[in-house]
Nanobody
Framework: QVQLVESGGGLVQAGGSLRLSCGVS????????AGWFRQVPGKEREFVAS????????YYADSVKGRFTISRDNALNALYLQMNSLKSEETAVYFC???????????????????WGRGTQVTVSS
């Protein structure tokens, strides 16, 4: 059974930092690209960042470049998102995801990613 479980969300003041983690089980995670999306209630999920299976390539939404860093540890089957200088408008549920067929450069434009976690709430107070 495939499981992706996010953790690390919470309440932080604007300008602060959080590190999200995603534990993955039930699939050969070290062969798959992976990424993070976020969703504000009433809006569509939006791409945040993606990373290739070997961490060679990373991609970011323009809005988070220079502030967020995606990384992974294939030995631990884990995906991370370090978020710095957080803004109140980045309050959202953050989801990790992975797919056996997509490349990391496809994450921002794809309409379908196979495996998702349930999300972790990030609240940034102004």
């Amino acid at each position: 059974q495939v499981q992706l479980v996010e953790s690390g969300g919470g309440l932080v003041q604007a300008g602060g930092s959080l590190r999200l983690s995603c534990g993955v089980s039930g699939l050969p995670f070290n062969r798959y690209a992976a990424g993070w999306f976020r969703q504000v209630p009433g809006k569509e999920r939006e791409f945040v960042a993606s990373i290739s299976w070997g961490s060679i390539s990373t991609y970011y939404a323009d809005s988070v470049k220079g502030r967020f860093t995606i990384s992974r540890d294939n030995a631990l089957n884990a995906l991370y998102l370090q978020m710095n200088s957080l803004k109140s408008e980045e309050t959202a549920v953050y989801f990790c995801n992975t797919d056996p067929s997509l490349r990391s450069d496809q994450w921002a434009t794809t309409t379908s990613i196979t495996y998702w976690g349930r999300g972790t709430q990030v609240t940034v107070s102004s």
